[in-house]
């Protein structure tokens, strides 16, 4: 069974940094696509990275130049790194794999059926 535990939300102020990491058991996460979500109150969940297993990375264009998403093979982790946060970055950030092996980067939560349980974000103006 595979779970997913996300770590490293937190209050920041804008302009600020946060590194989020999604730890797995159950799956080696270096042999899947791993994507980052973020869910606004309100806001439907929404895309914000992914890394392939080659090493190829995907961003939303809200994040992108701003965020990095990279692996760490050794501790079977994802992690997302923010910088120059934004008030509108505030959100619950979950992270994702695709039930296999799939072709390209799924951008539909719908494509994903396991999720971890989600890391506040919240950036103060």
């Known amino acids: 069974q595979v779970r997913l535990v996300e770590s490293g939300g937190g209050l920041v102020q804008a302009g600020g940094s946060l590194r989020l990491s999604c730890a797995a058991s159950g799956r080696t996460l270096s042999s899947y696509v791993v994507a980052w979500f973020r869910q606004a109150p309100g806001k439907e969940r929404e895309f914000v990275a992914a890394i392939k297993p080659g090493g190829s990375t995907y961003f939303a264009e809200s994040v992108k130049g701003r965020f990095t998403i990279s692996r760490d093979n050794a501790k079977n982790t994802v992690n997302l790194q923010m910088n120059s946060l934004k008030p509108e970055d505030t959100a619950v950030y979950y992270c994702?794999?695709?039930?296999?092996?799939?072709?390209?980067?799924?951008?539909?939560?719908?494509?994903?059926?396991?999720w971890g349980q989600g890391t506040q974000v919240t950036v103060s103006s």
């Open positions: 994702a794999a695709p039930p296999g092996v799939v072709v390209g980067v799924p951008l539909n939560v719908r494509q994903y059926n396991y």
